[in-house]
């Protein structure tokens, strides 16, 4: 979803790398303590060297959460983390999004009404008591608040799987969206089948599944995907490991099963870089996801060699968006007296969506 994120002023589109660099250096010391600014992994290093915590999607959930004490919380993430912040933080506490145009395209392939008139369409079909909705992080606030209403819960990749054995611990089935690719890949490791699975596109009537497969799948799984991490493939892997046959691959949970069948580990961006850490010094290490945490990695560990496996590199481009011209017009508006960019979501909606959010912080 494209928001109007307004056109910075010259004094920034024109600003040489260097004043940003002092004006950010300059607001963040008059803000202190008032401020905190959060960073996802794969943000651009000019941004993240700002960053007070780093971290993937779970644990800037747990950071928001627990603090009470700053009045701005700067999130250099996406549009759906912001949000989560929003409804995890204190009602003192404003957050910000540096541009409002870093949304996830995987996050806009299911809205609102085409989950609801799934639930519908499903309610015909089979024991709706029995079916629990999930919803990725990677989601808007009304998608998170429906499953909260619904007695089903958030997760991300970090706790995906604990959520999803809690779910089928209290339903016989589950709705998985928007990702498709986390939720086979979540299920395969827990030892389900593909045939236990069955693909809900949203486009077509009762999800393009007959009556049966809607009754004998245990994971119906939203036909979205992450257009960064989808386009990881088998060759990448094989032509890898021809050239490294003592390396290591590892893939995150929204890249194809069959590359990931194919990893020595699986796991979320802060998995990932303990895999890094963990791998002995002289490793070389072809890592499925985006470009930007694969390069800090490789500068960061300079006696391992840290490789994407895609060699035509894709960054996520929402991500991409926030930059140090952004955080700096976001930083001085705020020792101006100015909230630029604030993320809000609506009471009733927040009320539902930190059920759902608190349910994944307390299933690990
Ligand atoms: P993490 O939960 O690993 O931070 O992933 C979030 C994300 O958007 C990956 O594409
Ligand atoms: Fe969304 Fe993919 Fe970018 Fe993550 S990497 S924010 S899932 S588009």
Request: charged share 20%.
């Amino acid at each position: 979803m494209l928001r109007m994120q307004v056109p910075l002023p010259d004094r920034y589109l024109r600003a040489r790398p260097d004043d940003l660099e002092s004006w950010i250096a300059a607001a963040k010391a008059t803000l202190g303590e008032r401020l905190l600014i959060l960073g996802h992994h794969y943000q651009r290093d000019e941004v993240m060297r700002w960053a007070d915590a780093r971290g993937d999607s779970f644990r800037l959930s747990q950071l928001a959460a627990a603090n009470t004490a700053a009045e701005y919380v700067v999130f250099c993430g996406v549009h759906f983390m912001a949000e989560s912040a929003d409804i995890l933080t204190a009602a003192h506490q404003q957050v910000v999004l540096p541009d409002l145009n870093a949304g996830c395209s995987m996050a806009d392939m299911a809205d609102l009404d085409s989950v609801e008139e799934a639930w519908e369409a499903l309610e015909a079909v089979i024991d709706i008591e029995r079916l629990v909705p999930i919803t990725y992080m990677n989601s808007s606030a009304a998608l998170k608040a429906f499953v909260g209403r619904a007695g089903g819960s958030v997760c991300t990749s970090t706790n995906a799987r604990a959520v999803l054995e809690w779910a089928l611990g209290r339903g016989d089935k589950v709705l998985f969206f928007p990702d498709q690719h986390l939720g086979r890949n979540t299920g395969l490791a827990m030892g389900y089948d593909h045939a236990d699975m069955a693909l809900w596109n949203p486009r077509r009537d009762l999800g393009g599944l007959s009556d049966a497969e809607c009754k004998s799948a245990t994971f119906l799984l939203w036909k979205g995907h992450c257009s960064v991490h989808q386009r990881f493939t088998p060759e990448q892997v094989a032509a890898f490991r021809a050239s490294h046959p003592d390396g290591i691959v590892l893939a995150h949970p929204e890249t194809p099963y069959e590359v990931c069948a194919l990893a020595d580990a699986v796991g979320s961006t802060d998995a990932i870089i303990r895999a890094v850490e963990a791998a002995p010094p002289g490793s070389t290490i072809g890592v499925a996801t985006e470009i930007h945490l694969v390069q800090r990695l490789a500068a960061e560990h300079p006696d391992r060699t840290v490789v994407s496996l895609d060699p035509i590199v894709c960054p996520c481009s929402t991500m991409f968006r926030i930059d140090a011209a952004h955080l700096a017009w976001i930083l001085e508006g705020l020792v101006g007296g100015e909230v630029r960019n604030r993320i809000t979501v609506d009471a009733d909606t927040a009320r539902w969506a930190k059920v759902a959010l608190e349910r994944m912080l307390s299933i690990v």
